[in-house]
């Protein structure tokens, strides 16, 4: 797995979720049944319309190093900056599954994340529903999007601070339009788990 170069940023950037959801129509009534399960992500598309030689340099290896599909790479949302140090985040129970997560470590009796900011447990970048508050002791549970997809062991990080997603190319064939002064091309990613 490699990480995303620094120096290459979007000018536009497409996010969000596709769910696992499945749905029955009755051919009679045309009612539904809608059934979700585990097994969302992450899904992006990044544009560059004008990269100069350097940075299509960078984009042109980066793509290089990932050899199409095979290659894994960490990108941050860069959409929404983290908000303040509050702690040494850590799961704080090991076996945890679902849509919430337990943590320690946080200071106490503050807002330690906001509705929509990401954090990332176990590779995995998770979206938070709600405003959490840390308790007295430091623990706060943390309702996310999606679902946790392993659980992580008691102890583990919560990367609040740099979170990112563990992102894979849709394609192997990827092509960059080279013009006289300036380069541009555009990426689909998607989760890799």
């Given at each position: ?86 702690g040494d985040a850590v799961v704080d129970g090991g076996g945890q ?7 320690r470590n946080w200071n106490p009796e503050v807002t330690v994340l ?64 080279v013009q006289a002064l300036f380069a541009s091309g555009s990426l ?6």
């Amino acid at each position: 797995m490699i990480n995303w170069p620094a120096e290459i940023k979007p000018r536009r950037m497409t996010w969000g979720r596709v769910f696992n959801n499945r749905a029955f129509t009755s051919p009679f009534s045309q009612s539904q049944q809608i059934t979700g399960a585990p097994g969302a992500y992450w899904k992006c598309t990044l544009n560059f319309p004008t990269l100069n030689r350097e940075k299509e340099r960078v984009f042109s290896t980066f793509i290089g190093k990932l050899q199409g599909r095979a290659g894994t790479f960490r990108l941050r949302p860069w959409t929404r900056p983290p908000g303040p140090f509050v702690g040494d985040a850590v799961v704080d129970g090991g076996g945890q599954a679902g849509a919430q997560l337990v943590t320690r470590n946080w200071n106490p009796e503050v807002t330690v994340l906001r509705m929509g900011d990401y954090i990332t447990v176990n590779d995995q970048l998770l979206e938070v529903l709600e405003d959490v508050t840390s308790n007295a002791q430091g623990v706060a549970v943390v309702a996310v999007s999606p679902w946790l997809r392993t659980p992580p062991a008691n102890g583990a990080d919560v990367n609040y601070q740099q979170p990112y997603a563990v992102m894979r190319l849709m394609q192997d064939e990827q092509m960059i339009d080279v013009q006289a002064l300036f380069a541009s091309g555009s990426l689909e990613c998607r989760e890799a788990f």
